[in-house]
């Protein structure tokens, strides 16, 4: 499983970011998908997942509101899209996958096994 992570950069205090996982090498459709961050200095945190199917989604009460996780199983592909970001969101956000279909919706890391790379978002003040 290959994951693909991208769209971060740098951002003004209040602006918004799309970010995009591409996945492949397994039927992306039948996982669970998470986004992690971890800043500098700081434990990685989770951010937000999405069920299988798009219908159920999770949140970290520190993004909740201005944050989106969405999927496009068709692409093979999970967003996050952040808006009113604020400079404490800094951070590398990976997107993540479990090994196995039976996981359920969860914010712990342990149940995910499969890591992108992450992508960079500096916003500033």
């Known amino acids: 499983v290959q994951l693909q992570a991208s769209g971060g950069g740098l951002v003004q205090d209040g602006g918004s970011l799309r970010l995009s996982c591409a996945a492949s090498?397994?039927?992306?459709?039948?996982?669970?998908m998470g986004w992690f961050r971890q800043a500098p200095g700081k434990e990685r945190e989770f951010v937000a997942a999405?069920?299988?199917?798009?219908?159920?989604?999770y949140y970290a009460d520190s993004v909740k509101g201005r944050f989106t996780i969405a999927r496009d199983n068709a692409k093979n592909t999970v967003y996050l899209e952040m808006n009113s970001l604020k400079p404490e969101d800094t951070a590398v956000y990976s997107c993540?996958?479990?090994?196995?279909?039976?996981?359920?919706?969860?914010?712990?890391?342990?149940?995910?096994?499969?890591w992108g790379q992450g992508t960079l978002v500096t916003v500033s003040s």
């Open positions: 993540a996958a479990p090994r196995s279909e039976g996981v359920l919706i969860t914010r712990a890391a342990r149940d995910y096994v499969y």
């Open positions: 999405v069920s299988s199917s798009g219908a159920t989604k």
């Open positions: 090498g397994r039927t992306f459709s039948r996982y669970l």
